[in-house]
């Protein structure tokens, strides 16, 4: 993993993680010097934030149940009034990166601390990364204001992810790890995390699978998010970020699932041009090839496979490559137009990749 030259910063995150974490949440607010949480969900949450307020009583001012995906700037609006409103001084977002996002937008605004229990491996946690929409234009930006100060990371809360969202979300994480082997601006630092967040999954995917109730095997693949997180909040992304971000706004494919489906097709475009450093994926996912191992993981996952049963039209994938080659970013080999529409053509039938 030795690099002869090598820049990197990590923000000072606290990280507590264990089964049954959730519940010294009042203990970490102490800790943080809070004492009026505005707990965030989305609407199918909004049970759990209950209990949280519930556990919390005179620590919990009120639940904004409102967080949905993309993050659109009119609810993150509505969510900071609410917390000027209650006199809020913390935020505690409960749930997956939509969730997150709505805390971040919050901290964006108002720099209130947030404390984060996430419940999916997306990872945005430990980022201080934020998407957000308006008028149908999703914006990235990165800020210091956005980096959630404490992350409590409790396996009993993803235990209720559902099996096809586990693969899914699990895959979104991976693809963190697998951008950051490559990433110009990795670090020794990076590339461990990355290997270890990408065994982390190999290992206890398949058990999740085989018992979703699994404590052990759940709390490894939270493990693995929390390392695929931070090193995407680490380094920078290439390709496939680049192109679910594409599909994500362009065609409102649903996130998790994008990724799962661009994932061995992006890292099989890029592996002849960074050959040595994607090789440990073909180890760790037992194949010939770094993207064929990932396609025959995913396969085993049963995770989707094709655009096409994510609701993208053929018809489409034109504008697609169109969209995805009209801003130049790095890549570790050049962003070819007619290379990148075979790839969405793959993609989109769920053939092996190229
Ligand atoms: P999500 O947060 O949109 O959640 C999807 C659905 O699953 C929601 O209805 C949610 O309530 C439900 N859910 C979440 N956890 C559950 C659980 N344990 N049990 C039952 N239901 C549960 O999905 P996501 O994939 O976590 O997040 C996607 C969003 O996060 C995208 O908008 C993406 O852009 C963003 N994201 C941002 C970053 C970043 O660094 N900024 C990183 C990754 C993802």
Redesign the pocket.
Known sequence: LFQESFATSFPAVRVRFGAGVRHLLGDEMTALGVSRALIL?????ADTGAEFAEALGAGAVGVFAG?????PVAVSESATARALELRADCVVAV???????LG?AIALRTDLPQIVI???????E??G???QTEGGR?T?LTSAKVQPEVILYDAE??????VS?TV??AL?AMA?AAEALYAQNRSPLSTLMALEGLRAFRAALPRVLDNPDDLRARGETLYGAWLC?TV??SVGMALHHKLCHTL?GSFDLP??ETHAVILPHAIAYNEAAAADLLAPIATIFDGPTPGEALHRFALSMNAPTALRDLGMAEANLDRAADIAVQNPYWNPRPIERTALRQLLQAAWAGDAPQ
């Not at 969900?41 to 949450?45: F, G, I, K, S, Y």
């Not at 749930?95 to 996002?101: A, N, R, V």
């Not at 809360?157 to 559902?162: A, D, E, G, H």
Request: proline letters at 6%.
């Open positions: 969900t989305t609407p199918q949450q967080a949905t995906m993309h993050t749930g997956g990166g939509s969730t997150t996002g971040k996430p419940t999916t491996y997306a990872g945005s430990a980022t990364i934020l998407g999703k990235t809360l993803v235990r209720s992810l559902p969202m899914t979300s979104n963190h997180g995407l909040g994500g996130h998790a």
